[in-house]
């Protein structure tokens, strides 16, 4: 029987192409600007935000985009133009993920035992387990952030390559970069029901990381990284179809990973140079 015979399939393979595509394209810019930590540290306050709102109530999805796009702002607000740099983020780091277990704890011991499996389904995702209505508010929500992305993706590109150029030029640096956050925070939540908020890093950073492997013009550079995370992907869920003991977000990483470990192998290091496409 055909994969695309499951609904549960084509439901992943719809929110997973979106989320995919809006991970790389917001990726790019993240490893661009050499900012991968804070995509790190938005994966665990998805985390912390998720369980809050189930703690309390509420549906995840807006904990997980409550928590994520505040917390971007905050850390744009407190770093240099902008910029999230290493102390605002270990400002909010080192507590967030206390409170993500506090929540969990909260979470698990109002509801009963057995919902404390929602931190498992939080931290790993559950891509095959999306309903129709879930997968396909997940890709209009995805197709949003990548419209905003490809909007502010010149001057951002500007930005991120020669900022003091930039500013000089009257780019509104600071705003972009806040902007770039909250995008980076909604992808986060987002993507967290396809990967989860443990394996986000790798969908943002691997693909983006090969592309950039790979050529070092922008545009191109770009359409690759949203390329190769929607390979990735499919790649990830055809295997996990294929072997049902495979989780899907151990195969995507995994694919994905073995893509990066390939190019940086075989490709040579090119220069931190971007060709000027603005």
């Given amino acids: 029987m055909s994969a695309f015979s499951h609904p549960y399939f084509l439901h992943a393979l719809i929110a997973g192409t979106a989320v995919a595509l809006a991970a790389g394209l917001v990726g790019y810019f993240l490893v661009l600007r050499a ?11 998805a985390f912390t935000g998720a369980l809050a709102a189930l703690a309390f109530g509420y549906d995840l999805r807006l904990g997980l985009f409550a928590a994520t796009v505040v917390i971007a702002v905050v850390i744009g607000v407190l770093g240099k133009r902008g910029r999230a740099d290493d102390v605002a983020i270990g400002n909010v780091f080192s507590w967030i993920l206390g409170l993500g277990v506090f929540f969990l704890t909260l979470y698990a011991t109002s509801r009963g ?3 404390g499996t929602a931190g498992v389904t939080v931290l790993f995702g559950s891509i095959f387990g999306l309903s129709a209505q879930q997968a396909w508010l997940a890709a209009a929500v995805a197709a949003g952030i990548c419209l905003a992305v490809l909007a502010v993706a010149r001057p951002l590109l500007f930005a991120s390559v020669d900022e003091a150029v930039a500013a000089a030029r009257r780019v509104p640096v600071r705003v972009l970069g806040i902007v770039f956050l909250v995008l980076v925070g909604a992808t986060a939540a987002e993507a967290t029901q396809a990967v989860g908020s443990l394996l986000l890093l790798g969908l943002l950073a691997a693909p983006a990381g090969t592309a950039q492997r790979l050529t070092d013009r922008p545009y191109r550079a770009l359409a690759l990284s949203a390329g190769l995370a929607v390979a990735d992907l499919w790649a990830g869920l055809a295997l996990s179809y294929a072997v049902p003991q495979l989780p899907p977000s151990f195969t995507i990483m995994a694919v994905a990973t073995a893509v990066y470990a390939v190019a940086l192998a075989v490709v040579r290091p090119r220069t931190r140079a971007v060709v000027a496409a603005w």
């Fill in 113 to 115: 035992a057995a919902d």
């Fill in 35 to 45: 900012q991968v930590f804070t995509g790190d540290a938005l994966s665990h306050v």
